[in-house]
């Protein structure tokens, strides 16, 4: 039986299913389905294979309810070797969210050696067992736990993330598609705690040196500050062959509706 995908087209309009519902409140989406649909649709209008999406900035100043979207994109800049792009989620004629994308042009490393980071040694997806459980979001996303997981408290969490529904109900999900959409979970694995999740995020920024190329994407909580009911938090980002890039956010210190 195939999954149920997060949107389905109605006209010019998303329509968000069920599955979109996000984690403070019964009737808001989660922020990561607006992500990836902002996404989704500059790279489907603006996408060029011999660019990369170097950065992907989402701000999110509203929670849309489960009513039908329009998504509109906005050309800033179609460079040769830059193009900026933005897009917009809204709702009723109201804007939730706006995001940017600035696409740079593929070519030759420059020669000499740059100090990176060496790449994290870690198994597999496939030689970890899954879960027992579904997770807090109830089958939302695949995981498989590498050290640390959701919730806990302490300076060494990682997983692997794989999207195993349709972003878009018919349309194939990108590899960019595929980051942006999982881009959202840096903000709960690096923001919960020992007390559980008290955060939620007002944007995500993406940076990317290279696109994945397998279906699972690695995350390890790298920073989490705070003051004054407000956090910063990143985590870097990886697939199966290596390092890709990272994932940041902002966050306001928030209370969960009853469900």
């Known amino acids: 039986m195939t999954a149920e ?4 087209r109605d006209g010019a309009l998303y329509q968000p299913t069920q599955f979109s519902r996000g984690p403070w409140s019964p009737t808001s989406l989660h922020g990561r389905v607006v992500a990836g649909l902002l996404a989704h649709v500059i790279e489907a209008r603006h996408g060029d294979p011999d660019m990369i999406p170097a950065r992907f900035t989402i701000d999110m100043y509203r929670l849309p309810d489960l009513s039908a979207a329009e998504v509109t994109v906005t050309p800033i800049r179609e460079g040769h070797r830059i193009k900026v792009i933005d897009a917009e989620y809204i709702v009723g004629g109201v804007s939730h969210a706006r995001a940017t994308c600035q696409f740079l042009r593929k070519s030759e490393n420059p020669e000499g050696n740059v100090w990176s980071p060496p790449n994290w040694q870690v198994p597999k997806p496939a030689d970890i067992p899954p879960p027992d459980d579904r997770g807090p979001m109830g089958g939302m996303w695949a995981t498989r736990r590498i050290e640390g997981d959701f919730g806990t408290f302490g300076p ?15 349309e194939a999900l990108s590899p960019f598609g595929r980051v942006a959409l999982a881009a959202d979970f840096a903000s709960p694995f690096a923001n919960s705690g020992d007390k559980g999740l008290g955060w939620i995020n007002s944007d995500i920024t993406v940076y990317l040196a290279r ?12 920073n989490h500050q705070h003051d004054a009911g407000v956090s ?4 870097w980002l990886y697939d199966e062959q290596g390092p890709i890039g990272s994932s940041s956010c902002a966050a306001l210190a928030q209370r969960r509706r009853p469900q």
Do not use: I
């Open 211 to 222: 696109l994945p190329v397998t279906e699972w994407v690695g995350f390890e909580v790298r």
């Open 5 to 8: 995908p997060f949107f389905r």
């Open 156 to 170: 060494d969490k990682r997983l692997w993330m794989s999207d195993f529904r349709e972003l878009v109900e018919g």
């Open 232 to 235: 910063v938090a990143e985590c």
